[in-house]
């Protein structure tokens, strides 16, 4: 099976979803309409397909590899990143001022899923240098700056973000590594990191490690973390590389999946210190993590569906080309490919649904944060920053929790055959297993959802979306199709069971928090669920006025009955999640602890 | 982590909800009481914790290699396989005529749930060799079972199933494999069979296939296999090994997961055919396979338990010990162990709840098949038989869905250790994922369930069964505890639905069978969950009333709040899946092939 970008679902979404004429009237993206949308998409799809795509599998066989310091990728890597940061393609979503291409991530998001689609592993290293993009632009002095955004801009150099330590995994306030100023501006950082993605490889010349380490008489816990720059090799004033610096890679995990990509242990100044320059201000370093760490989990829930995306790609291929035993409605004598099996049907459309479903959602949300960040208007831009962020924690846990249902179905669809490993099957089920966890697991982002983005505002911005989607039950009503009326009655069910709990978790957050986050994940669940079956409610309404029109009937036509799939079969999970949640917290919390 | 048998909750099981009394008072039975269950299950314990769950590691590790047609196993796996037969493991369930022990099922199933959880790839040996045995049982002429029944009871040699072929997955009918009648009792088999489990190994001195293959003449389709015996070794009159016959293992396969079973391609009669023995009459082989599918299926359902357990244990020693962030409820001034965040509990719950009712539904499906084979009273037989018949599919296929869903959360509860190799949970997650395959996908437990199950007689074994949870419902109100009360709710509604799905499914199976095969699935999960939770409401009753009567309390509340869970969290789940079956089957179906 070859991927194929699916570049037509893509569009809808940023046109009709996103609503990219919208997005192209903010200031800076005048030039991003539908038409320049539709050409970096093909262009990008061109490079995927043929030059990332089929290094997929080879880098699962043949993973990258450690010897005495030195990581070497597999065979094929090192010149297709070439042709990446040649294509321009890390340069997508960043500034002009540092030689960035300026496009929306409303676009720039879709481009992000087939390069993850087409190589999960390879994708990550791109994906970590946007992340130490960001949080250089945010809070770097304007000598960092100038010194390392072209380079990462250009993908000339990579970054990776130094966390997690052998004690502190989800909780940062543990981080014990500690940096040392030298009087000159520059600290000594001493320390181990753990689960460093891309933290050594032989791609490029130079890596920008973003860390994070407490400084002498800093505060306990997660006050006392300042972040800093620690390049692998220093750079020279005239930008030339320098000596090397004191951080050493000791070792690379042995992994479940995404096996290409190096998950590095890092050893920090065991030769009289790395040097390392502060980021921002001392003991602030958190809140800058936290700026990349929101850009890379809205980015690994986009992992999640283009995970999804091409594992349903893969089991359609095979349910269409595989011979198995006559269909039960008798409509075939003798055997038929087994996609003519209501089973197989319905594990398809469970794939498809919620893969579209997700990236409807993801799109929605890129198009937010695009107005939250370039509208004239600071009202319009709180507002759409509200929705953005209320969004970063189902577009992360929800489409990578679903990620790993839709690659198990994958693996389900080939029978005997998706077990064997040479199908291809498995490793998506495999490499799939990781995006719950890192990046913040789903319960880290359930526990943003119910803290930060619900209980906080007293759930003003939950219901504003319930809102929203009210509006949309509105006009699937006025739709009056049997699809229409079936979304509006389940889309409905579920707002309403969302309701509930958002009262649940707003009336509770203080009183009873073990109560409230013994829910949080099947909250997490609930709203990503009606959130994407949103998302497929309005595709349905626009695919039902544009089939209207003549427009693309095929298409449109399985769009309508995808979002009515969604609908009978992910939206009719919801009243029963809510019940979980409302009333079941307590059993949750009931067994004792020596019980276990 | 040493795994560590559950005993307790399988004596528990054995004692309360199969009711061993009763089972002891079948004719040949006489022996198996609660204090024999007790003593096997101890002994079983000792054996499979110290010497089957230490080779786990090393078979995933260091799998079965294939050279020049021979298959070593891992290293430590023959001496362990020869202290399985030694200590008479093999010979447990099956008849003293042949040298075994004649236990029941209700004993035998706990023993089997610890091997697997020992070691799943090394229990498959066994698990197979207990199929072979089964079929010759009911159908070997008395020759055949001479020459190979106490070989295989006691272990000395193994037995094999030889259903596939590459193209006759799912669909028996596909089959190719032809035997030739050599006019003197004997026959030629020629054809190539692939996944077969154990098909060649160095553990015994000889391999008694079971094979599918077509005589001359035989009529198309599922009706024109017959089931031979092909030995790899001939047997000779004294019974010791002559001649090697013309079955050759040509290659093994390159799997997810269950890696140090050997997955063989077999190639029959390259060198003349291989010699083979009818078993039964020409033509009637796949009913003889039903035979040993059953007791296999059954057995598979129980490696999902076994597996579910073992991911569960892991999971909650790592959550008792892994210390990460502060309470939500402040209990803990400082960093807890990971088991006092609330949704550590909630995934811990999850995986203990649904492996001690899928256990329990194992355990009550286990007494009913020896009800149904040892009962004076035929009338006693057929309504016991036909109990276990509407369990097998949900033993089946709910116990190995549920499996990836505890496998995954065991993965989750590690958080990034998860999915490092050497952590091990990643194993669990990985040799899970064969068990809704094997032995019949999820898909084709379904149809069984739906048509053979459901269908053909009316619905009356499960509105039978709906009619004895409805009895537990009105305990559950006498008993009016907040667990119980909260019990009855639950399983009511899942009861109703239910019903409202075997109702659906009886109403339209002729006339609308693909409505009906679209909900197959979630038909057999919901029977699934409102079985298992059934015995989980009848486990809380009977823990309420010795509790009462001071019997180990803390083992008792841990069962009341396990079904309370149960409860609140899974039989929650039912109403939704109703409704996607009998309101959602249209979209299943409505996408066009081509648009796939």
Not at 127 to 139: F, K, S, V, Y
Request: proline share 4%; net charge negative.
């Amino acid at each position: 099976m070859t991927y194929r970008a699916p570049v037509k679902d893509m569009l809808f979404d940023i046109e009709h979803l996103a609503r990219i004429d919208q997005v192209a009237q903010l200031p800076g993206f005048e030039e991003a309409g539908l038409d320049t949308a539709q050409a970096v998409l093909e262009e990008c799809a061109k490079f995927n397909e043929g030059v990332v795509a089929p290094l997929n599998v080879d880098g699962d066989k043949n993973p990258s590899s450690w010897k005495d310091g030195q990581v070497t990728t597999t065979p094929g890597f090192k010149e297709a990143y070439r042709q990446y940061i040649e294509g321009g393609w890390q340069a997508l979503q960043h500034p002009a001022e540092y030689d960035g291409q300026a496009l929306p991530k409303t676009i720039a998001a879709a481009c992000i899923e087939m390069l993850n689609s087409a190589n999960l592993s390879f994708a990550l290293c791109p994906l970590l240098t946007d992340g130490a993009t960001e949080a250089l632009l945010t809070a770097g002095s304007d000598a960092l700056k100038d010194v390392y955004l072209r380079k990462l801009v250009s993908g000339e150099w990579t970054g990776t973000m130094n966390l997690t330590e052998p004690q502190a995994g989800s909780d940062l306030a543990m981080v014990r590594s500690r940096a040392e100023p030298q009087g000159d501006g520059t600290y000594k950082v001493f320390g181990t990191k753990i689960f460093i993605t891309y933290g050594e490889h032989d791609m490029v010349d130079n890596i920008v490690h973003l860390v994070l380490a407490r400084v002498p008489g800093a505060p306990e816990g997660v006050k006392g973390i300042s972040l800093f720059v620690v390049p692998k090799f220093m750079v020279n004033q005239d930008g030339s590389l320098g000596a090397r610096n004191d951080v050493h890679c000791v070792s690379i995990e042995h992994k479940l999946g995404i096996k290409a990509s190096p998950t590095a242990v890092l050893q920090y100044g065991d030769n009289g210190g790395a040097i390392g320059y502060l980021v921002g201000q001392e003991n602030r370093g958190l809140e800058y993590m936290f700026i990349m760490m929101n850009a890379a989990r809205y980015a690994v829930g986009v992992q999640g569906i283009a995970v999804a995306e091409t594992a349903y790609q893969k089991a359609a291929a095979y349910a269409k080309d595989r011979v198995q035993s006559r269909p039960v409605d008798g409509s075939v004598n003798g055997s038929a490919t087994i996609v003519h099996h209501p089973d197989v049907r319905r594990m398809l459309m469970t794939m498809r649904a919620l893969t579209e479903g997700c990236r409807a959602m993801a799109s929605v949300a890129a198009a937010a944060y695009d107005a939250a960040h370039h509208a004239a208007d600071a009202a319009v831009r709180q507002q759409n920053q509200a929705f953005y962020e209320f969004l970063v924690p189902l577009v992360k846990g929800y489409s990578t929790e679903m990620s790993l249902e839709v690659t198990s179905l994958g693996v389900q669809v080939h029978g005997g055959m998706g077990f064997i490993e040479e199908t291809g099957a498995a490793q998506y089920y495999r490499d799939a297993r990781i995006l719950t966890i890192y990046e913040g697991t789903t319960a880290i982002q359930a526990n943003d959802l119910v803290g930060r983005k619900t209980a906080r505002d007293g759930g003003q911005v939950a219901q504003a979306v319930a809102g929203q989607i009210e509006k949309t039950e509105g006009e699937l009503a006025r739709s009056g199709s049997a699809e229409a009326r079936a979304m509006a009655k389940r889309l409905a069910a579920a707002r309403k069971a969302f309701l509930d709990v958002v009262a649940y978790v707003v009336k509770e957050g203080k009183a009873a928090p073990n109560a409230v986050f013994a829910g949080s994940v099947p909250y997490l669940m609930l709203a990503g669920n009606l959130v994407a079956g949103w998302q497929m409610a309005r595709s349905l309404l626009i695919a039902e006025g544009l089939l209207q029109k003549g427009q693309d009937a095929a298409f449109m036509r399985a769009k309508i009955a995808t979002a009515r799939f969604y609908a009978d079969h992910i939206l009719s999970r919801v009243p029963g999640q809510r019940d979980a949640i409302v009333e079941g917290a307590d059993s949750v919390t009931a067994l004792p602890l020596e019980a276990f």
